[in-house]
């Protein structure tokens, strides 16, 4: 079994800062790629950013310079730390993990989503 628990959620004024992070848990070999993708009211989900084993990362355009995703590949977490939100980033935030089990089949997994509220 594995798990991804995410943090950091919360309500921020515009301009402010926040940090999410995603611990994954349970039977894993090896991590292929971690990131966060989120999902507002009637839209699709979308990538935010993600950072893969190498340690190159992609951004989405909208979070690009505001944004930074990173890793601690010790404890099998990732963060994304977010600055100058905006409204428009009000969303439930997943934190998705690309991974290999134990019984060495990769998978995407998802984490249960955290609410990011940008008041203006």
């Known amino acids: 079994q594995v798990q991804l628990v995410e943090s950091g959620g919360g309500l921020v004024q515009a301009g402010g800062s926040l940090r999410l992070s995603c611990a994954a848990s349970g039977s894993i070999l090896s991590i292929n790629a971690m990131g966060w993708y989120r999902q507002a009211p009637g839209k699709q989900r979308d990538l935010v950013a993600v950072i893969i084993s190498g340690g190159s990362t992609n951004y989405a355009d909208s979070v690009k310079g505001r944004f930074t995703v990173s890793r601690d590949t010790a404890k099998n977490t990732v963060y994304l730390q977010m600055s100058s939100l905006k409204p428009e980033d009000t969303a439930v935030y997943y934190c998705?993990?690309?991974?290999?089990?134990?019984?060495?089949?990769?998978?995407?997994?998802w984490g249960q989503g955290t609410q990011v509220t940008v008041s203006s």
């Open positions: 998705n993990a690309k991974l290999r089990s134990s019984d060495n089949v990769v998978r995407n997994y």
